[in-house]
């Protein structure tokens, strides 16, 4: 489970889902701090800058957003030579946003 910000819309279900099911969850720093979602037994912490990493065979990048929270980003998500880019919450529109859905579009790796 990816986690974008602390916002309790997005935060809510995260700890008694990731406890009944033992399920990893990725979140930034800054988010883990002003989250109240309890222990999660499989945390993984990046930050917003932090280079691409992979969750089985799909490549994750995380990208900083302008939002009202913490350490909010979004993802590009990258598997073979196939790229989606979702992006939800932004509290503005930046130049680092085009550039990561022009690069999503043409489905190559950051």
């Known amino acids: 489970m990816l986690v974008t910000h ?3 819309d997005h935060i809510k279900g995260v700890g008694p ?7 990893p969850v990725w979140m930034t720093h800054g988010t883990w701090r002003n989250a109240n979602c309890g222990d999660i037994p499989e945390l993984q912490l ?5 280079p691409p990493f992979s969750i089985g065979d ?16 979004q993802f590009t998500f990258s598997y073979r030579k196939l790229k989606l880019g979702i992006l939800t919450d932004a509290g503005s529109f ?3 946003l085009p550039a990561m859905e022009s690069e999503a579009k043409a489905g190559r790796p950051q």
Do not use: C, N, Q, W
Request: glycine share 6%.
């Open 6 to 8: 602390e916002h309790g």
């Open 17 to 23: 889902l990731a406890r009944k099911y033992r399920m």
């Open 46 to 50: 990046f930050g917003s800058h932090t």
């Open 58 to 73: 799909i490549e994750v990048a995380p990208f900083a957003v302008p939002h009202d929270a913490r350490e909010p980003t």
């Open 94 to 96: 930046t130049p680092p």
